[in-house]
């Protein structure tokens, strides 16, 4: 169900933008996974709360905060390259599909344009979007800049669209509203994390979080918040303003 009154209901968005893990695909609980078996291949122990302050972060990025909450700094990159290695050899053994997504995404396809920004490398997201017959769906998928499986490969120009930096950086929904041919503001993203939302609210896309609402102050960082995608006012909404359908 929706979590809060439906903000955008006066509004129609021109493209719509989607995070990968957690969004589209279940791909948070193999990231976790994956961080227990690099930390255990080091003999390290994973700091209390590491899960949670992981989530949605650049694999890069988390490497580095791996090694530096155990006071490793000097394994950064073979944290790195162990995490991804181990991430790459789950979700190739068990992709799952978020609740509602195929059907949201169906339904939207063809209607608007589609894109997704993730802070995965391209070919897991690419990977993933394919086991669930969703990748065709997508007129573009933006990822940060770099050679994505080479954790030391920097930040060169992708898809022409020069450096495109990790979530939080609004670099990813910016590019990807832009390849859409649309201005940020007319563009909705779907983000289950709040290191997304904050990434798309400040590349001026309007932001529907997906997954239990936060406490607090948190919750406002978004438009709306729904449980799942399959939530039946945002469909009923969808259709509205979407396909126009009364």
């Given at each position: ?30 990231w976790q996974e ?144 832009r390849l859409c ?21 400040r590349a001026g ?42």
């Open positions: 169900m929706i979590t809060q009154a439906l903000s955008l209901s006066g509004w129609s968005p021109e493209a719509v933008v989607f995070d990968c893990d957690g969004t589209l695909v279940d791909n948070e609980r193999h994956a961080r227990r078996r690099a930390f255990g291949a080091f003999g390290l122990t994973p700091p209390p709360g590491f899960a949670e302050r992981a989530k949605g972060v650049h694999y890069a990025d988390c490497g580095r905060l791996m090694a530096e909450e155990t006071q490793k700094p000097e394994l950064a990159a073979d944290l790195t390259r162990a995490l991804l290695e181990h991430f790459l050899a789950l979700v190739a053994d068990d992709p799952v599909t978020m609740p509602g997504a195929g059907e949201l995404v169906r339904l939207l396809s063809g209607r608007v344009p589609l894109a997704v920004a993730s802070n995965c490398p391209l070919e897991v997201v690419e990977e993933s979007l394919a086991q669930a017959g969703l990748l065709r769906h997508f007129q573009h998928i933006v990822v940060p800049s770099g050679t994505s499986l080479d954790p030391g490969g920097g930040f060169p120009p992708v898809n022409g669209a020069g450096i495109v930096r990790p979530k939080p950086w609004p670099d990813v929904y910016a590019t990807a509203a041919g649309v201005r940020p503001g007319a563009a909705l993203a779907f983000e289950d994390s709040l290191t997304g939302v904050d990434s798309a609210c896309l309007r932001v529907v979080g997906v997954g239990p609402r936060p406490t607090g102050e948190d919750a406002a960082r978004a438009d709306l918040w729904v449980e799942t995608l399959r939530a039946p006012d945002l469909l009923t909404w969808i259709r509205a303003r979407v396909l126009g359908q009364d």
